[in-house]
């Protein structure tokens, strides 16, 4: 069973006013927090950055050092400002896995625990038919860029994004039969679900 991983890191991040993956977090960037959990893993990943013809320039030379210090797939969206999906399947192109493992870029408290708690449910969803397998948090919430995808949704992916502009991730999860995994069994504190939007929610984890 062959896992690879797709980091979704092209959002234009305007509440953090730009900028996301590469914000300074600890000795690095922030998105490192993911890509040396991979690493240490020994899970093979794509970084999904937003489409080519909207990166901004400053990016270049730290695209640069991510993939001289990791050595691993770097990508765009395949087309510009369509959300998380887009992302997605620009990132499932380009990897060879049974199970692609998706995450965002701005998870500061991820850890190999929480990755092989998710993974340890592989087993379950293959022998039921399952083709997503998603933490859900007590109220309904899901978590749709913590989760992972069978190689086989890719095609519907395809579909849905063709069909029309704006697609819920909500509904592609509802087309893949999703096990849903209660999510202190990922994390009990459900801390490595912390995602960074603002520039307070950086100060205060950067306190923590």
């Not at 030379?61 to 969206?77: A, E, F, G, S």
């Not at 997503?132 to 992972?148: A, K, N, Q, T, Y």
């Not at 890719?154 to 849905?160: A, D, G, P, R, T």
């Not at 994004?161 to 509904?171: A, C, M, T």
Request: hydrophobic fraction near 40%; charge should be positive.
């Amino acid at each position: 069973m062959k896992v690879a991983g797709v980091v979704v890191s092209g959002g234009n991040a305007k509440r953090l006013e730009g900028e996301k993956p590469f914000r300074r977090f600890g000795k690095g960037y922030l998105i490192e927090n993911v890509l040396k959990v991979l690493v240490e893993m020994e899970i093979p990943f794509a970084v999904v950055f937003k489409h080519m013809g909207h990166l901004q320039r400053d990016y270049i030379p730290k695209i640069k050092y991510l993939i001289k210090r990791y050595r691993q797939r770097i990508t765009w969206d395949v087309v510009y400002d369509r959300g998380p999906l887009v992302g997605i399947l620009s990132g499932m192109r380009v990897v060879e896995g049974d199970w692609i493992l998706v995450l965002p870029c701005d998870t500061p408290f991820i850890d190999r625990r929480s990755l092989e708690n998710l993974l340890a449910y592989i087993d379950t969803g293959e022998s039921n038919s399952h083709s997503c397998i998603v933490p859900r948090h007590e109220d309904g919430h899901i978590e749709p860029l913590f989760s992972l995808y069978r190689r086989t949704s890719l095609s519907i992916l395809e579909k849905l994004l063709k069909s029309r502009r704006n697609v819920p991730i909500r509904e592609l999860i509802y087309r893949l039969n999703p096990l849903y995994i209660p999510a202190e069994k990922i994390d009990k504190s459900k801390k490595v679900f912390t995602n960074i939007n603002t520039l307070d929610d950086l100060r205060r984890v950067t306190r923590d």
